[in-house]
Nanobody, 117 residues
Framework: QVQLVESGGGLVQTGGSLRLSCAAS????????MGWFRQAPGKEREFIAS????????YYTNSVKDRFTISRDNARSTVYLQMNSLKPEDTAVYYC??????????WGQGTQVTVSS
């Protein structure tokens, strides 16, 4: 059974930083690109970043590029998201999952990030 446990969210001021973690289990972690997604109030969940099997290559959407960094620790089956220069529009619940995850797939509870202006 796939389990994804996100942590590290919180309340931060504009320009601040947070580091999110996601512990994965129930599947062979090293077989999958992993991704981070977020869902802002009143909006659909959106993909924001992914990382390949080894951690050597990453992709970011324009909204987070140059501010967020995704990484992974395969020995711990954990994926991270370092978020710098946070903006109020980054306020959302953040989720991790396999990079190609669909809405009907298993998801964790997410972690709330709130950026105050």
């Amino acid at each position: 059974q796939v389990q994804l446990v996100e942590s590290g969210g919180g309340l931060v001021q504009t320009g601040g930083s947070l580091r999110l973690s996601c512990a994965a289990s129930g599947f062979t972690f090293t077989n999958y690109f992993m991704g981070w997604f977020r869902q802002a109030p009143g909006k659909e969940r959106e993909f924001i970043a992914s990382i390949n099997w080894s951690g050597g290559s990453a992709y970011y959407t324009n909204s987070v590029k140059d501010r967020f960094t995704i990484s992974r620790d395969n020995a711990r089956s954990t994926v991270y998201l370092q978020m710098n220069s946070l903006k109020p529009e980054d306020t959302a619940v953040y989720y991790c999952n396999k990079a190609g995850a669909k809405p009907d797939d298993d998801w964790g509870q997410g972690t709330q990030v709130t950026v105050s202006s």
